[in-house]
C-alpha cells in the first residue's frame, strides 16, 4: 500500500522561506505523476504545483509561478515544495498527492490516487 507523508510545515514571517517534503513509500514512487495542493480555511482545495514522473516537467498555478518550486527526488522517493517569497494569503494545509496512471501531472484533483496527511504552513504578516 502506498503511503504519502508530508513534513517540513511550519510558522515563518512574510518575506520567508520553507521547503516542505513528501515521502512516498513503495518501490514505484518513480511511476507517479506527483503535485502539490494546498487548502486554506473555508476554501477549496487548490492546485499549487505539479512534476512529471521524471521530473522533466513542471507545473504551477498561475499566481504562484517564480515563488515557489517543485522538485524531486527519485532515489529517495521523496518530492518537495520550496516556498519563497512567502505571503499571509499562503497560510493553508499543504498535502501532496500521487497519479498513478498519468506521467505528467494535472491540476484536477480527482486525478489523484493518494493522498498525505498534509502538514499546515503559517505565514504571519
Known amino acids: 500500500q502506498v503511503q504519502l507523508v508530508d513534513s517540513g510545515g511550519g510558522l515563518v514571517q512574510a518575506g520567508g522561506s520553507l521547503r516542505i517534503s513528501c515521502a512516498v513509500s513503495?518501490?514505484?514512487?518513480?511511476?507517479?505523476?506527483m503535485a502539490w495542493f494546498r487548502q486554506a480555511p473555508g476554501k477549496e482545495r487548490e492546485f499549487v504545483a505539479g512534476?512529471?514522473?521524471?521530473?522533466?516537467?513542471?507545473y504551477y498555478t498561475d499566481s504562484l509561478t517564480g515563488r515557489f518550486a517543485i522538485s524531486r527526488d527519485n532515489a529517495k522517493n521523496t518530492v518537495y515544495l520550496q516556498m519563497n517569497g512567502l505571503k499571509p494569503e499562503d497560510t493553508a494545509v499543504y498535502y501532496c498527492?500521487?497519479?498513478?496512471?498519468?506521467?505528467?501531472?494535472?491540476?484536477?484533483?480527482?486525478?489523484?490516487?493518494?493522498w498525505g496527511q498534509g502538514t499546515q504552513v503559517t505565514v504571519s504578516s
Open positions: 498527492a500521487a497519479d498513478r496512471d498519468s506521467s505528467s501531472s494535472s491540476s484536477v484533483r480527482s486525478e489523484y490516487d493518494y
Open positions: 513503495g518501490r514505484t514512487f518513480s511511476s507517479y505523476a
Open positions: 512534476i512529471s514522473r521524471n521530473g522533466g516537467t513542471k
